[in-house]
T-cell receptor, first 114, second 111 residues
Framework: KAGVTQTPRYLIKTRGQQVTLSCSPI?????VSWYQQTPGQGLQFLFE???????NKGNFPGRFSGRQFSNSRSEMNVSTLELGDSALYLC?????????????FGPGTRLTVL | QKEVEQNSGPLSVPEGAIASLNCTYS??????FFWYRQYSGKSPELIMF????GDKEDGRFTAQLNKASQYVSLLIRDSQPSDSATYLC???????????FGKGTRLLVKP
């Protein structure tokens, strides 16, 4: 069974640009969560989508947005990039049928903002 | 502010010893608890999860949960150099499907 895939794996952008990251969950998983990981702040929750609906959102500015498609694939968009947005962006998929279901992470997208 | 706290380490243990990793959480309503291992430059990998008070064993790993003390731990028996990584504690607070992660404990297993 294929794992979670993320594209692209690496991105270099400049301040003010926007970026779109993609995540394909494990087959059959309907929940996709997005996280930002930085050395100083650790893993921080961005948002979670289930069946094309955003169910939960973390404490990030509106420049960070996402969506989920009918095939459960998800995209995350960051507009007006800032230097502080440089981070590893991870998505995780889950059955999410209950709060007891585990999440499985993809390899991540390393974003560098210059 | 819901928090998950871990000692950042590094925790250094000799090969073959037991490594004990600890995690405390602030939200008493938390439902489920997960341990992830993350090697440098890689994404987190699920090791195990626990929902009920007590111990849960899986191979060389044992998770321990004490909800009254809001404490969860991970024991690694017969530690190997390949266990050297950062261990992340994650808590699902039960308010929707969202997780709070600790900042991780770096474990070093010395041959």
């Amino acid at each position: 069974k294929a794992g979670v895939t993320q594209t692209p794996r690496y991105l270099i952008k400049t301040r003010g640009q926007q970026v779109t990251l993609s995540c394909s969950p494990i087959s059959g998983h309907r929940s996709v969560s997005w996280y930002q990981q930085t050395p100083g702040q650790g893993l921080q929750f961005l948002f979670e989508y289930f069946s094309e609906t955003q169910r939960n959102k973390g404490n990030f500015p509106g420049r960070f947005s996402g969506r989920q498609f009918s095939n459960s694939r998800s995209e995350m968009n960051v507009s007006t990039l800032e230097l502080g947005d440089s981070a590893l962006y991870l998505c995780a998929s889950s059955w999410a049928a209950s709060d007891y279901n585990e999440q499985f992470f993809g390899p991540g997208t390393r974003l560098t903002v210059l | 502010q819901k928090e998950v706290e871990q000692n950042s380490g590094p925790l250094s243990v000799p090969e073959g010893a037991i490594a004990s990793l600890n995690c405390t959480y602030s939200d008493r309503g938390s439902q489920s608890f997960f341990w992830y291992r993350q090697y440098s430059g890689k994404s987190p990998e699920l090791i195990m999860f626990i929902y009920s008070n007590g111990d849960k064993e899986d191979g060389r790993f044992t998770a321990q949960l004490n909800k009254a003390s809001q404490y969860v731990s991970l024991l690694i028996r017969d530690s190997q150099p390949s266990d050297s990584a950062t261990y992340l504690c994650a808590v699902n607070t039960g308010q929707g499907f969202s997780f709070i992660f600790g900042k991780g404990t770096r474990l070093l297993v010395k041959p």
